[in-house]
């Protein structure tokens, strides 16, 4: 039944190959489990303390809270699915509480180091160069994923309307708008693009043509932020954190923000909002009489 489910839901939930990925994993895990601890061969034939048991070895072994929500809520979807298949009737996962994740707030850079970033360091003067800068300035000025950056197409990038096409979870398509700035870094690394004759419908490529891969982007990003500074995540997401952090900053409208960054629900937009109040909160104490 594994395959099958794995099937539903690329097919149906149309979840990335990343994620499928995941879910395979998780299920294995806890077959395995399953049949190294109970003898047991199929995780239909698990109940409530199996699984209560599975989550507690995790947590012996040092996995963090987080990855095992993350596998619990594999299991509970992969339950949900045999239902809607008639395999078992009853979810194991009703009676199982999984820990409790404690809250992590997003990682970004100040306004300061964002300035450094694209007003002090010097790019070099070629392709790779022009390139560079390009995916620095999309991830702080759009705040698409990794995932998004690398499979947009050049097609995807209209400078004429100002906006770029980017598909996120599940294959859920939004408009983003770019500032004109953008537009002129864009413009420039096409004419560069097509001076080399890189032809590719990707619209971030090498300078052998080929799409870039997450890892190649990654380490771009790793590199231009080192110099500008100390963090110790140095990423594509804190970029996109950045974005959001310093837009609410600015007075966006929390609602815009989220479908800006494609969130399916204002609570995952909503912790950019602390660090926006800790700012509300050092500007009252300082300004107040009786602060």
């Given at each position: 039944?594994?395959?099958?489910?794995?099937?539903?839901?690329?097919?149906?939930?149309?979840?990335?190959?990343?994620?499928?990925?995941?879910?395979?994993?998780?299920?294995?895990?806890?077959?395995?489990?399953?049949?190294?601890?109970?003898?047991?061969?199929?995780?239909?034939?698990?109940?409530?303390?199996?699984?209560r048991s599975w989550m507690a070895s995790l947590m012996q072994e040092k996995v963090?809270?987080?990855?095992?929500?993350?596998?619990?809520?594999?299991?509970?979807?992969?339950?949900?699915?045999?239902?809607?298949?008639?395999?078992?009737?009853?979810?194991?996962?009703?009676?199982?509480?999984?820990?409790?994740?404690?809250?992590?707030?997003?990682?970004?850079?100040?306004?300061?180091?964002?300035?450094?970033?694209?007003?002090?360091?010097?790019?070099?003067?070629?392709?790779?160069?022009?390139?560079?800068?390009?995916?620095?300035?999309?991830?702080?000025?759009?705040?698409?994923?990794?995932?998004?950056?690398?499979?947009?197409?050049?097609?995807?990038?209209?400078?004429?309307?100002?906006?770029?096409?980017?598909?996120?979870?599940?294959?859920?398509?939004?408009?983003?708008?770019?500032?004109?700035?953008?537009?002129?870094?864009?413009?420039?690394?096409?004419?560069?693009?097509?001076?080399?004759?890189?032809?590719?419908?990707?619209?971030?490529?090498?300078?052998?043509?080929?799409?870039?891969?997450?890892?190649?982007?990654?380490?771009?990003?790793?590199?231009?932020?080192?110099?500008?500074?100390?963090?110790?995540?140095?990423?594509?997401?804190?970029?996109?954190?950045?974005?959001?952090?310093?837009?609410?900053?600015?007075?966006?409208?929390?609602?815009?923000?989220?479908?800006?960054?494609?969130?399916?629900?204002?609570?995952?937009?909503?912790?950019?909002?602390?660090?926006?109040?800790?700012?509300?909160?050092?500007?009252?104490?300082?300004?107040?009489?009786?602060?």
């Amino acid at each position: 039944m594994v395959e099958k489910f794995l099937e539903y839901l690329a097919s149906e939930k149309n979840f990335s190959k990343h994620t499928i990925t995941a879910y395979q994993h998780d299920i294995e895990q806890f077959a395995a489990y399953l049949k190294y601890i109970y003898e047991i061969e199929k995780p239909e034939e698990a109940n409530a303390s199996m699984v209560r048991s599975w989550m507690a070895s995790l947590m012996q072994e040092k996995v963090t809270a987080r990855s095992v929500v993350r596998k619990a809520s594999s299991l509970r979807t992969y339950y949900r699915f045999l239902i809607r298949e008639g395999v078992i009737t009853i979810s194991p996962m009703g009676k199982v509480n999984t820990p409790k994740i404690p809250s992590r707030l997003p990682v970004f850079v100040t306004k300061n180091d964002a300035d450094k970033l694209f007003r002090s360091i010097v790019f070099p003067d070629d392709y790779n160069g022009m390139r560079d800068r390009l995916i620095l300035e999309m991830f702080y000025a759009t705040g698409i994923r990794l995932s998004e950056l690398i499979t947009l197409k050049d097609a995807d990038v209209n400078v004429y309307n100002l906006t770029i096409k980017v598909f996120g979870k599940r294959s859920k398509e939004r408009i983003i708008p770019i500032t004109p700035l953008l537009k002129g870094y864009i413009g420039a690394y096409r004419t560069e693009k097509n001076k080399l004759g890189l032809k590719n419908e990707s619209f971030f490529v090498t300078e052998k043509g080929e799409s870039l891969y997450e890892k190649q982007v990654y380490l771009i990003v790793k590199k231009y932020l080192g110099m500008v500074t100390t963090l110790q995540k140095k990423s594509p997401h804190v970029l996109r954190h950045s974005f959001a952090t310093h837009i609410l900053d600015n007075g966006a409208d929390i609602n815009t923000v989220k479908e800006l960054l494609g969130h399916a629900n204002l609570a995952a937009t909503q912790v950019y909002t602390h660090n926006t109040l800790e700012k509300l909160k050092r500007v009252y104490k300082q300004s107040h009489p009786r602060g």
